[in-house]
């Protein structure tokens, strides 16, 4: 067999590929191995026995799967776990989410509904903000018990 090295890298730069990306028709290799000029290389190219390879990916279609599942909440037991709750949760977050979902609930009740007046409202603000409701449940209830 023809040493194939000089045409593969002419044939590399024609295409405009790297070495590894060049294809030549095993069929061919004779036509090849006579082919020792640019043009005489284009022509196979135009004939097709040299051809660009397509490059080769990393598949994300598995990742995609792994996404969807996590999505449901799967995979994502205690064996998948890295870090501590704090880290993958942290209070800071779980205490925004909690005051400004009390907060949003006290408004409506001042402003929408009128279930509550300016003043409880302040008081009830500033428990919220001290911590002493659990939850938007508790707030409610809380405010029910002391209605009557």
């Not at 397509?54 to 205690?78: N, P, T, V």
């Not at 509904?113 to 659990?134: C, S, V």
Request: charged fraction near 40%.
């Amino acid at each position: 067999m023809a040493d194939l090295a000089n045409q593969k890298r002419l044939a590399a730069s024609i295409l405009k590929v790297g070495l590894t990306r060049v294809w030549m028709d095993p069929e061919k290799l004779e036509d090849i191995a006579t082919a020792i000029t640019r043009e005489d290389l284009r022509k196979l190219v135009e004939e097709g026995i040299i051809k660009r390879r397509a490059i080769i990916g990393i598949s994300r279609g598995r990742a995609r799967a792994r996404d969807i599942k996590r999505a449901k909440g799967h995979r994502k037991g205690q064996g998948s776990r890295r870090g501590a709750a704090g880290a993958r949760a942290p209070k800071k977050e779980q205490w925004m989410r909690k005051i400004r979902a009390q907060r949003k609930v006290l408004k409506a009740m001042r402003d929408d509904e009128k279930t509550i007046d300016a003043h409880t409202y302040r008081i009830l603000y500033r428990k919220a903000k001290g911590g002493e409701f659990r939850n938007v449940a508790h707030l409610k209830s809380y405010i029910a018990y002391q209605k009557k």
